[in-house]
């Protein structure tokens, strides 16, 4: 039979083949470590910063009850803006902000993960049940901001936006925010 590989060279496959099984053995070896290393020091060794809200008593008790939403000036000067959002639309509906003043974002959301972004700005986020987001951004642009969500919610996921309004900080402080959660709506 013509088709009996000689033994010298059948050998010399069977080594070959040995080998790459040996490299794809040891790869496969490698990936789940990885995973397995990754997966234990998340769950170990969380990120810091990390702030969970109890999204069934938002409106109930704590920072994000109906009246604290909106933005409020604090002690010192700074702006600070809580929102939610929640299936499908965003409370408050309307912020107005100072223009060129570091303001800190506090969101939530209500029920599942949304995102908002600032149109003309680099504010982008998301509002994860649960947790909270915070993070500080700057305006310059005056005017009324589009503020859409920008993670599929649901049906009424494209019908879901805000806006934000930036004046100069002067027109800011006449409004006169004494009280928390201010809104233009
Ligand atoms: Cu909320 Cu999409």
Redo the contacts with the bound molecule.
């Keep these: 039979m013509s088709a009996v590989v000689p033994r010298e060279k059948g050998d010399a496959g069977a080594a070959a083949e040995r080998h790459w099984a040996m490299i794809s053995i040891t790869l496969i070896g490698i990936v789940v470590a990885v995973i397995a290393f990754t997966g234990i020091h998340w769950a170990s060794m969380s990120p810091s910063g990390i702030e969970p809200i109890d999204p069934t008593r938002l409106h109930v008790a704590g920072e994000f009850v109906e009246q604290n939403l909106g933005a409020q000036v604090r002690a010192d000067g700074t702006v600070v803006v809580r929102l939610i ?1 929640q ?2 639309s965003f409370n408050p509906q309307c912020i107005v902000l100072p223009a060129d003043t570091n303001i800190t974002f506090r969101g939530t959301s209500a029920d599942v993960v ?2 908002f972004l600032v149109t003309g700005s680099n504010a982008n986020a998301m509002l994860v049940p649960g947790y909270i987001t915070t993070f500080t951004a700057r305006f310059s642009q005056l005017g009324d901001h589009l503020m859409p ?1 920008h ?3 649901g049906t009424g ?1 494209a019908a ?1 936006w805000a806006h934000v309004r930036i004046v100069p900080r002067e027109e800011f402080d006449r409004l006169g925010i004494v009280h928390p959660g201010a809104r233009c709506d």
Aim: include cysteine; glycine fraction near 18%.
């Design positions: 959002g299936q499908y949304h995102g969500c993670e599929f919610c996921h879901m």
